[in-house]
């Protein structure tokens, strides 16, 4: 059975650190690219940060560029992703989701993960 399942999330103040953990079970990790998405109250989820196992090679949004940092533990098949500097609109249920690592050009599109954690709640108050 395919597994993804966030932690790591909370209430922080404005300017204050998080990290998230994604940890993988189920499929071959090492094979996959796992993206970050987030979905803000009334707001279409939109792709935070991606990064490929196989390549090592990562993205992000230009909103949170700077300031997140996705990294992976492959022993451990687990995600992280460290959130500094956190403001207000980066509040939202952030979700975890395993692609095949291929035209990661394009790695913000929805459909093309195959596999979904259910979410955690990051509050941000200012």
């Known amino acids: 059975e395919v597994q993804l399942v966030e932690s790591g999330g909370g209430l922080v103040q404005a300017g204050g650190s998080l990290r998230l953990s994604c940890a993988a079970s189920?499929?071959?990790?090492?094979?996959?690219?796992i993206g970050w998405f987030r979905q803000a109250p009334g707001k279409e989820r939109e792709g935070v940060s991606c990064i490929s196992m196989p390549h090592g090679s990562t993205y992000y949004a230009d909103s949170v560029k700077g300031r997140f940092t996705i990294s992976s533990d492959n022993a451990k098949n687990t995600v992280y992703l460290q959130m500094n500097s956190l403001k207000p609109e980066d509040t939202a249920v952030y979700y975890c989701a395993a692609r095949l690592p291929y035209g990661l050009g394009d790695w913000t599109t929805e459909y093309e993960y195959d596999y979904w954690g259910q979410g955690t709640q990051i509050t941000v108050s200012s």
């Open positions: 189920g499929f071959t990790f090492d094979d996959y690219a």
